[in-house]
Nanobody
Framework: QVQLVESGGGLVQPGGSLRLSCAAS????????MAWYRQAPGKQRESVAS????????????NYADSVKGRFTISRDNAKKMVYLQMSSLKPEDTAVYYC???????????WGQGTQVTVSS
């Protein structure tokens, strides 16, 4: 079983920055993909950024939604079982609940965090 706990959300002005953190616990074995998703009111949940563990934890291929490229950066700390989302140049349309996700390739299992609210408003 894997548990994911997000933190770091809040209210920020347009153009500002936030860093989201996701703490993972439980058995996470490579290869796996950790990702951030978001869901705005009345919209479907969408992928924001993902990072692949690589084989044996060596690697770290990242992918980003076009809407956040150049503004968001996903990173991870394997030793701490943490994944981060650094968000810069935030826009009102980035307002959403942000969810941490992990997909375990060896089992096909997928886990979600409870979400953290990000509100971009003046």
């Amino acid at each position: 079983q894997v548990q994911l706990v997000e933190s770091g959300g809040g209210l920020v002005q347009p153009g500002g920055s936030l860093r989201l953190s996701c703490a993972a616990s439980g058995s996470i074995v490579t290869p796996y993909t950790m990702a951030w998703y978001r869901q705005a009111p009345g919209k479907q949940r969408e992928s924001v950024a993902s990072i692949f563990s690589g084989i044996g934890g060596i690697g770290g291929i990242t992918n980003y939604a076009d809407s956040v490229k150049g503004r968001f950066t996903i990173s991870r700390d394997n030793a701490k079982k943490m994944v981060y989302l650094q968000m810069s140049s935030l826009k009102p349309e980035d307002t959403a609940v942000y969810y941490c996700n992990v997909h375990l390739a060896y089992s096909g299992s997928e886990y979600w965090g409870q979400g953290t609210q990000v509100t971009v408003s003046s």
